[in-house]
Every structure is written in structure tokens, then in C-alpha cells.
């Protein structure tokens, strides 16, 4: 079956360092892919998606690119902010389906 | 304010005593959802449901039951909880379910079972 595959967190930066979270997706065919962020004590919310190779979402200074040959989409943000700090849940989902298949999640911690 | 509303946000309850989590939308949404996020394993859809009247399992079923009376309402019920329950809960909604993948979250509903 479809899978998703985060790197583990947590992540750790200071802020206004540069984030990069891995993202990489096993599926037969071309998904749609998202990252979703979860505020601590909050549901989980879409910050950007890309629904074909070599799209990019971007939101709120985050970016992901969609690369087919490395079946990736990594998220990155070149200044993180103590407020960026949240889980990011990477997704994936065909047309059709009635699901999203998540990512484990990676946990973002900034430090001031 | 567009919302989904998951209650109780926070349950402890024993074994076997059944228990509803209710969810409520006010965006006419026609798809709702359950789903349960463990530790390392992310989010794993528990039901969900097209329209009025029709719902699906999604992949982790067992133990739970769910009805669509009205298209606003997606209650989630768990008829005898066991400790394996014991997980953070969301309800979401979509206008529809076809790979757009923008699900509408409510804040959660954390299940304690004893």
C-alpha cells in the first residue's frame, strides 16, 4: 500500500535559522501531496499542497517542491519563527479517494 | 466562523462503559471523517462518510461505530472501549473527498481508557 515517511523529530532550530523537513512517499502512480501543521492544542490545518510533478506549494514562507524522481517533497522555510513551532504532518491522496494517507509527523521546536 | 466541533474535548472513562464524540460542521461539507493519531504513527482514518446515510470504514474500524443522520453531525461511538482506544481523536470535513485532500479539522478529543 500507499505510505508516507517523515524524518524523526524533534527538530530543533533557533530562530531565524533555515528548516528543511524530509518527506518522501511510496505510491503506484502521481498522488497529490500536502503538508499539514498542528499548533500545539489545535487541530491540524493544510499549509500548502502540489497536486502534480514538479509543482510547488508554497504558504506563510514555507516551501515543497513535488519531485517525482525522488518521489520527495520536502518542506523548507528560509527564517523559522518561535510561532512555527508544531508538528508537520506530510500527506499524500489520489483523486477518488475517500482518505489522506499521513506521515508519522516531525515535531518543530524554535528556540528564541 | 467556518469550524469543525469535536465534544468532550477531554474524556476519561473505564472499560466497557460505551461513550459517544460528537462532531459538528457549519460549512455544508459533504464529506466528514474520523480519524485517530497515535505516537508514530500519525493520523489513521477510522470511518467516514460521503453524504447523509452513507458512511465507510476506513482503515481501523474495529471498536468503533458511526452514524450520518444529518449531514451536519458525524458522531463517533465506541460501544465498549478498551484500552487500545486510548488515542487523540479528530473529526474532519471536506467539500468533497476527491484527492483535493483540504480536510477541516476540529481541536481534537483526547480519549483516556482505564
Known amino acids: 500500500g500507499d505510505s508516507v515517511t517523515q524524518m524523526e523529530g524533534p527538530v530543533t532550530l533557533s530562530e531565524e535559522a533555515f528548516l528543511t523537513i524530509n518527506c518522501t512517499y511510496t505510491a503506484t502512480g502521481y498522488p497529490s501531496l500536502f503538508w499539514y501543521v498542528q499548533y500545539p492544542g489545535e487541530g491540524l490545518q493544510l499549509l500548502l499542497k502540489a497536486t502534480k510533478a514538479d509543482d510547488k506549494g508554497s504558504n506563510k514562507g514555507f516551501e515543497a517542491t513535488y519531485r517525482k524522481e525522488t518521489t520527495s517533497f520536502h518542506l523548507e522555510k528560509g527564517s523559522v519563527q518561535v510561532s512555527d513551532s508544531a508538528v508537520y504532518f506530510c500527506a499524500l491522496t489520489f483523486t477518488g479517494r475517500r482518505a489522506l494517507t499521513f506521515g508519522s509527523g516531525t515535531r518543530l521546536q524554535v528556540q528564541p | 466562523e467556518a469550524q469543525v466541533t469535536q465534544n468532550p474535548r477531554y474524556l476519561i472513562t473505564v472499560t466497557g462503559k460505551k461513550l459517544t464524540v460528537t462532531c459538528s460542521q457549519n460549512?455544508?461539507?459533504?464529506?466528514m471523517s474520523w480519524y485517530r493519531q497515535d505516537p508514530g504513527l500519525g493520523l489513521r482514518q477510522i470511518y467516514y462518510?460521503?453524504?447523509?446515510?452513507?458512511?465507510d470504514k476506513g482503515d481501523v474500524p474495529e471498536g468503533y461505530k458511526v452514524s450520518r443522520k444529518e449531514k451536519r453531525n458525524f458522531p463517533l461511538i465506541l460501544e465498549s472501549p478498551s484500552p487500545n482506544q486510548t488515542s487523540l481523536y479528530f473529526c474532519?470535513?471536506?467539500?468533497?473527498?476527491?484527492?483535493?485532500?483540504?480536510?477541516?479539522f476540529g481541536e481534537g478529543s483526547r480519549l483516556t481508557v482505564l
Open positions: 462518510s460521503m453524504n447523509v446515510e452513507v458512511t
Open positions: 460549512m455544508n461539507h459533504e464529506y
Open positions: 474532519a470535513s471536506s467539500v468533497t473527498s476527491g484527492g483535493t485532500g483540504e480536510l477541516f
